[in-house]
């Protein structure tokens, strides 16, 4: 299943509650929807949470399954 709005929905909620130092979300089958909004549209402000005093950003990827790890060409915001 690809990503969409409703799965950052929830894992921006996560990260308001419980304030995590890091915040991923990945899927094998890639980022989906989330392509237009955070890529084309520069929408990367989103991924923003924190206490207030320091704005961390969650990150989104593909999970690529041969290799076992994170796609770095999918990584959204590009470290």
Not at 36 to 63: E, P
Request: proline share 3%.
């Amino acid at each position: 299943m690809q990503l969409n709005l409703h799965d950052l929905g929830q894992l921006w909620a996560y990260c308001k509650l419980c304030n995590p130092a890091e915040a991923f979300l990945l899927s094998s089958a890639g980022i989906g929807s989330l392509n237009k909004i955070l890529n084309n549209l520069s929408r990367t402000d989103l991924l923003d949470f924190g206490d207030g005093r320091k704005i961390k950003k969650m990150q989104i990827a593909k999970w690529d399954v041969i290799a076992n790890s994170v796609d770095y060409r999918s990584l959204v915001p590009r470290i």
